[in-house]
């Protein structure tokens, strides 16, 4: 067995850190968002408003606790690590929506409810429909950028296939977090507009339990997904494919046992192969050798050393096929990042 290779390979445009830049404006451009928003709400009382602060609050922190999950993930691999720490961007995804889930949502659907058994006066003014179209300049520009980033890597796969099986957390959030920071806008900007077209705050107290719903809902989504990826998710099928085509078109393998992929990070997968050498390949390749070999046979001694010396040979022949094997995978598989080949 081949010792698995840790070295870091260098991204390529579009990779892993490719959302850092619309994660870092994002960021940046929440911070401002949420206070536009929070005291557009403390001027007009508007629950939808206030939700769309904590929405725009809550953005602003999961973008920060993204940002830290990509700092800590480059740290080199070491001895309690052997893999590195690329996990850590599950890690701080998944907390980070369960945040949303529980702060942001929650905090936003009691507020509505409260709304309506308690219902106050609504006092709308310009600087609400400022804060909403600054929100929608914002947000909208975000996920302009980071549909451009994703659909560089959801290559022939459709939006929903590449939602369900994206490997890149934080692109991920950032998609979701905008779009649904934009149908959140909407819904506000729908409920005050009906509350103080028809003089009722029932509108805007049911815009506020509607953000909170969505807040929850996509932080659901995005917690499923690092859920599954922390607990080991395979590579998707077409990367395996891939892999079990090279290894079976290699001369040298005569079968395939057994074949295990892990995600390590975003489209980088460790691969773990079992396969049967074909002896035949080696013997005939050695044939030369063993045949010179035996003129040089003149007893016991001398058989000895030759058979010591051909087991050598084998043992460094079979490795050198296995280091093929492996290089030939990283040649065509660049994701497989870390490739343990056991030959029987």
Not at 196 to 205: E, F, L
Not at 208 to 215: F, R
Not at 263 to 275: F, N, P, S, T
Not at 314 to 330: F, Q, Y
Request: a neutral charge; proline letters at 4%; glycine letters at 10%.
């Amino acid at each position: 067995m081949n010792e698995p290779d840790n070295t870091p390979r260098s991204k390529a445009p579009g990779s892993a850190d490719s959302f850092a830049a619309p994660l870092t404006l994002g960021f940046l451009g929440n911070v401002v968002v949420a206070a536009a928003k929070l005291l557009a709400f403390a001027f007009s009382g508007s629950g939808a408003m206030l939700a769309e602060g904590l929405h725009s609050s809550a953005d602003a922190v999961n973008s920060a606790l993204l940002l830290v999950g990509v700092k800590l993930s480059r740290r080199p691999a070491d001895a309690r690590h052997p893999y590195g720490y690329s996990a850590e961007r599950y890690f701080w995804s998944f907390v980070s929506a369960m945040g949303v889930f529980l702060l942001g949502g929650g905090a936003t659907i009691y507020h509505g409810i409260r709304e309506l058994a308690q219902p106050g006066r609504l006092h709308v003014g310009a600087l609400t429909w400022a804060a909403l179209g600054v929100g929608g300049l914002v947000d909208g520009g975000v996920f302009v950028v980071s549909v451009r980033q994703a659909a560089r890597r959801r290559g022939d796969r459709t939006w929903l296939e590449y939602a369900r099986e994206s490997t890149d957390s934080g692109l991920l959030a950032v998609l979701f977090e905008n779009g649904v920071a934009i149908l959140g806008l909407l819904v506000a900007a729908v409920g005050i507009g009906l509350s103080v077209w028809r003089s009722s705050i029932i509108y805007d107290a049911a815009a506020s339990i509607a953000i909170g719903l969505l807040m929850a809902s996509s932080a659901l989504v995005l917690a499923q997904r690092n859920r599954r990826l922390l607990l080991g998710e395979a590579a998707r099928p077409e990367i395996e494919t891939r892999i079990r085509r090279i290894v079976l078109s290699d001369p040298a393998v005569a079968r395939l046992l057994s074949m295990r992929t892990r995600v390590l990070a975003a489209d980088e997968y460790r691969v773990d192969l079992q396969v049967d050498l074909d002896p035949d390949g080696v013997v005939d390749r050695l044939r030369p050798e063993i045949r010179a070999a035996a003129a040089r046979i003149h007893g016991p001694e001398d058989l000895e050393d030759f058979a010591l010396a051909f087991a050598r040979r084998v043992v460094d022949d079979m490795a050198g096929e296995v280091d093929r094997l492996e290089r030939r995978i990283h040649e065509k598989v660049p994701g497989a990042r870390i490739i343990d080949v056991e030959a029987d």
